[in-house]
């Protein structure tokens, strides 16, 4: 088991920036590929960014290009999602999960995702 607790949400404004934190507990995190998900009531969840077990590679999805950036430090069991120049249609509940990489490599595939966080809300007013 992977306990994933996500924090940092909150309500910004368009053009601002906020900085989401997912703090890992449980088996050996740095094994772990992770991803950061959002989803909107009454939509399906989206994929947003990935990071390798090492960080050493990502994946972004191309509506967060060139302003979300994701990345991990192994030896604090934490990934963060630097989000700048947030716009309205960001507004969503985050999730982080993880996996334990075989063949998908990256994923932007819910059902790939073995564990998740509860959630944080993030809200861009116009």
């Given at each position: 088991q992977v306990q994933l607790v996500e924090s940092g949400g909150g309500l910004v404004q368009a053009g601002g920036s906020l900085r989401l934190t997912c703090t890992a507990s449980g088996r050996t995190f740095s094994n772990y590929a992770m991803g950061w998900f959002?989803?909107?009531p009454g939509k399906e969840r989206e994929f947003v960014a990935w990071i390798?077990?090492?960080g050493d590679e990502t994946d972004r999805v191309d509506s967060v290009k060139g302003r979300f950036t994701i990345s991990r430090d192994n030896a604090k069991n934490?990934?963060?999602?630097q989000m700048?120049?947030?716009?309205?249609?960001?507004?969503?509940?985050?999730y982080c999960a993880c996996y334990y990489p075989t063949t998908a490599w990256p994923s932007r595939v819910?059902?790939?995702?073995?564990?998740?966080?509860?959630?944080?809300q993030v809200t861009v007013s116009s």
């Open positions: 959002r989803q909107d390798s077990p090492s934490t990934v963060t999602l700048n120049s947030l716009k309205p249609e960001d507004t969503a509940v985050y819910v059902s790939e995702y073995d564990f998740w966080g509860q959630g944080t």
